[in-house]
């Protein structure tokens, strides 16, 4: 049975009550998830069978989550050639491994397992997304997203498991062979779909995708879920979907939880929404226009859905820390120690009145000859740039808290250090390791240019180039931000602009 259709007869058979639309704004408790690591695979019952990508390559992790979702399993995400003690603990607790991706992204160590099962991996990200959708059944309808650049298509997952889609990936500069046979020989008759708007799907490739399925291209703007940016496109995504319950918000800036976030849609009946602290009201009160939901959690974010501005609601909060937690919850021992009201304390000792002293008129001197002025050597904009980053050294590694003081994360440790130089005018856009490639203020530039103070990108991460095969960066929770190695890592370059 369709999995929407079952939900219809759940909510029809089970006295699904909605809370009334509007009132949630003062009233709503926004219940805090655990982290999304062990403790969350407890929450959620989901740990029998664990489907594995790695967190560098979320491509991987965004197709296979529809399998994970489907089948009932739980999603994770490690750093699979250095995974940490408890991830490994977690791993070892499953009753079957599932890998997705190729060994480059997930070693054939794995496969050594003694609970290792299979494996869904293709040549790259668009030959997995297909393997995978061959798994789930080639009668599904499809989501088509941007494989290159998915900023808004992160909410694909979530989407594509509540309405039984495939996801398949194009790329930015067209149509992938395996794609588009894949389209050819299963996509008449299909239900297809685009997750993002014309600046990640063109025009031209949506009605080529239409060709090949024999649909009616003037159908296209109403297959399209967009928005006027990320949340928007969350927004409208998540209002597809029809029968859920409940509702998980997800900071926009965390793509990892916000395809983790697959993991709650059958165990907590929800559909995700894309948030920050300043519009999660907004965007809940849009979605709620619509559907109210029943109970709403937060994944990675404290929001507060009340009308008393700043305040933060909280019913539960997990303590585990899992694999893929970047938030550090531990404060800083200078906001916990007393300030002393030296202005309110009185000063209790009187001080006896001193005579005046009269001091001897001085001997007029020979004025010294003036000195020499060397002026100080020029400071380059790229020696700007990268004084302004390694004021951040040591800050811990956030995505939630990636703009506050003593935290960052790899983009808005690049962000705060192109503002902190002086060398943009343009403070409110925000920056992400995707959005780069459209951004003003910088220029792609190749592997022969680089040079100290350049941006080094690799899928889901940006680094500051510093010369000598070392690059500075935020690189992962429990890192503080610091050098790191530059061999091998990257595959794209950027200038600041102006530099």
Known sequence: MNRIVKRAVAVALGGFCLVSQGAFADEAVVKVLPETGHALAEYVQQKDVIYLADRSELADALAGGVLS???????MTIDSQSPSEEDLAIIASAEEIVLLGGPTRIPTSFEQLPNYKS?????????????????????RNIAIVNGDNYVDAIMATPFSVLEDRNILMVSSSGLPQITKDYLSEFGAGKDVVFVGGEASISRALKEEIYHLTGDDISQIDENTIAGEDRYFTGLETAKRTNFTENLVLVSGDDYERAILSVNLVDSLNTTTLLVTQENAKQIVEEYSSQKSPTDIYS????????????????????NGRGQNSHRNDEKDPADQAPVEDTESQPNTIEQPAEEPISTPEPTPAEEPAAAEVVPEPEISA??????????????????????????????SLVLRALINSGLTSDTKTNLTSETIWGDSRFVQISADELQRGDICYS????????????VFEAKDWGIPAGYGNFAGMFSAFFRVSGI
């Open 299 to 318: 994944m990675g974010i404290n929001v507060s859905l009340s009308s008393f501005e700043g305040e933060i609601v909280e019913e539960e909060r997990g």
């Open 69 to 75: 979702g489907e089948r009932g399993a739980y999603l």
């Open 459 to 470: 899928y889901g991460h940006l680094a500051i180039y510093m010369g000598d095969g070392k």
């Open 119 to 139: 494996r869904h991996s293709g040549a790259d990200r668009y030959e997995t997304a297909v393997v995978v959708a061959k798994e789930l059944g080639s009668e």
């Open 382 to 411: 790229a020696d700007r740039f990268v004084a302004a980053a390694l004021e951040m050294e040591g800050f811990m590694y956030s995505q939630s808290m990636r703009m506050a003081d003593g935290y960052a994360d790899c983009s």
